[in-house]
């Protein structure tokens, strides 16, 4: 048994913007945009927090099932937030990481990723990865598609392949495996997220649709895991034998 400590990663799969919208008699576009707001109150209030990673899941590989007009506003918001905060982010001290694919992706918004990236790379106080055009069985094929090139060109033997391997293959190289997995909306599915590296996350499912998600449902967020017990697969000794 082992009490959490405070949680270094959190990864939060933001959902209920649409219910939210439809709530108030709007489009589902004004539901996405108030996520933004949600997105950037988060962003703050976790640096805040004292956390040192943030995970969002901000559009899945399945999201390309919604009509064209609701995917085409969910890639212009990506452009609006990362243009619009760019600068703030740089200038305090967050690192932005977008995983997930690239193939689909127009040329312009790559562009705005990559240099939103790059202008980053050395900020070292938050680290902010957005898992955009992502799916967590996707990425693992991506992995094992990945190490079997270097199986082939003989860089690399099978029986060397192990979890530590497998990691630094995923899209997420180099970041720490999240504690926390929150998702928002009252749904209870993680919906193909960091299948891998959610492996020994607690979860945690709050009613909240994420354009209403604040400071105060993180901190409850993160209090109710602090809470808990986490064993990684073994027992208290009282119940050994």
Known sequence: MQTPAHPRHVAIIM???GRWARARGRPRAFGHREGVEAVRRTVRAAGD???????????????WRRPASEVADLMDLLRRYVDADLDKLITDGVRIRVIGGREKLSQDLIDIIERAEERTRANARFNLTIAFN????????RAAQRLAAEVAEGRLAPEDIDDARVAQALDTAGAPDPDLVIRTSGEKRISNFLLWQAAYAEF???DVLWPDFAKADLEAAIATYMGRERRYGGVEHADAG
């Open 134 to 141: 992502y799916g967590g069985r996707g990425e693992i094929v």
């Open 15 to 17: 959902d209920g913007n």
């Open 204 to 206: 945690v499912f709050l």
């Open 49 to 63: 927090l004292g956390l040192e990673w943030l995970t969002l899941f901000g559009f899945s590989t399945e999201n």
